[in-house]
């Protein structure tokens, strides 16, 4: 029993990449590795919708109505 | 069987690139001028350097490394050029005692200096194990420091004739710039696509340590990458330097950062191992797009580095996707 939680336990490390391994993109990347897919999204969507409104700002800014 | 169209995916993949030719598209309908010729040719004079740099970072990020000096050096180079293409009569030359030499001499002169730069920075990576976000850090700021006090921080213009016409003339209705690029791109894709260089370049950033157990001599591909990478920048900054028609110690300023997210836009994971010259040629389409949709919708300048470093964490937040998704 004790020696299947040891093997259970040692292929759960080996399925983490060595750190020192790694670049620091890699290692900034794997910091989200048990972030769910939808939160990147809702995160990119965010950044579009973002990326809209300042548009839409600089725009009204240099028409000088804000 | 048939393959499923994936639309999804294909947004995944394509986001920045929709939502660009959207804009695009918005632009071109509601202002004057948009899609003509002369903005066209504007389009391509801008993208034509911009690509030659990007296809010079493209080799080190392919290879999870990165060049933080790329905009420094893009300075320096236009700053040599500056110095040795001053027409003989301009009164204020740098380099008085120096003979009038031919655009192509200059040219590979500045190369020549500007390889030895990009070989310092391959050593320190390959021998001294840098990582390259810290070791082209240090060379950014050294070759600035190395560029004011070769000026004294001085502006330069006064250049002759033939070094003016590299980047206004024409053969027929396509500029020399632009020429230059395809050049610089077919070079690249034969590169990347058809020597052991380039094989090696992606072996090395698929798994460094499996590349050198293969057999890939990794120190001597990482120096060759960063001295080809420094030689697009002597390029590049040539040619900015003609466009411009002057050098100061800030051309080039903010480059590296530009071809890096032109990259990234393209497709070039910042994880390295993944990356093609077409995408980085849309990278740099799409990133140039989108200034100048900026500029003709009268958006406030400061506006519009808002919204370029938004494009930017867009484009590593979908590469980020793309990592999680492989998981």
Redesign the interface.
């Known amino acids: 029993m004790e020696e299947e939680k040891t093997t259970s336990e040692t292929q759960k490390s080996d399925s983490r990449p060595d750190h020192s391994q790694l670049n620091a993109f890699e290692n900034f990347y794997e910091k989200f590795r048990k972030v769910p897919l939808k939160y990147i999204d809702v995160f990119i969507g965010v950044c579009v919708a973002a990326l809209v409104i300042v548009v839409l700002v600089g725009i009204l800014k240099s028409k000088g109505i804000l | 069987m048939e393959k499923k169209f994936d639309f999804k995916k294909f947004l995944s993949n394509n986001?920045i690139i929709i939502?660009i030719i959207l804009?695009a598209l918005f632009v071109g309908c509601t202002t004057q001028n948009f899609f003509t010729e002369t903005n066209g040719k504007n389009l391509l004079l801008n993208v034509a350097p911009r690509f030659i740099i990007a296809c010079g970072v493209s080799g080190c990020l392919i290879t999870?490394?990165t060049d933080l000096s790329a905009g420094r050096q893009v300075g320096l180079a236009a700053c040599f050029s500056a110095m040795l293409l001053q027409s003989v009569d301009y009164s204020a030359r740098m380099l008085p005692w120096l003979p009038d030499i031919p655009w192509p001499v200059a040219l590979l002169i500045v190369m020549a200096i500007m390889a030895c730069f990009g070989a310092i920075n391959g050593c320190i990576i390959a021998f001294l194990k840098v990582?390259p976000?810290i070791a082209t850090l240090g060379m950014q700021t050294i070759v600035y420091g190395l560029c004011s006090v070769i000026t004294n921080n001085q502006p330069m213009g006064g250049y002759k004739q033939s070094y003016l016409t590299v980047a206004s003339g024409t053969l027929g209705p396509i500029p020399f710039l632009a020429i230059f690029a395809l050049i610089v791109g077919i070079f690249f894709w034969f590169l990347y696509n058809k020597t052991r260089h380039g094989k090696y370049m992606y072996a090395i950033g698929g798994n460094e340590?499996a590349a050198q157990v293969a057999g890939v001599n990794v120190t001597a591909s990482l120096i060759r990458i960063y001295i080809l990478a420094s030689c697009m920048y002597a390029l590049g900054g040539f040619l900015v330097g003609a466009k411009a028609g002057g050098a100061s110690t800030n051309t080039g300023n903010g480059y590296e950062l530009e071809a890096i997210a032109a990259c990234t836009i393209g497709g070039v994971s910042?994880?390295?191992g993944v990356g093609k010259v077409s995408g980085v040629l849309v990278g740099v389409l799409v990133f140039e797009v989108l200034k100048i949709c900026?500029q003709f919708?009268?958006?406030?300048p400061?506006?519009?580095y808002?919204?370029q470093g938004?494009?930017i964490?867009?484009a590593v937040?979908?590469d980020?996707?793309k990592?999680?998704?492989k998981?």
Do not use: E, Q
């Not at chain 2, 919708?297 to 406030?300: F, I, K, N, R, S």
């Open positions: 986001a939502l804009l999870k490394g990582p976000f340590n910042t994880n390295g900026l919708l009268g958006v406030d400061a506006y519009t808002i919204a938004l494009v964490v867009i937040a979908l980020l996707r990592y999680l998704a998981k």
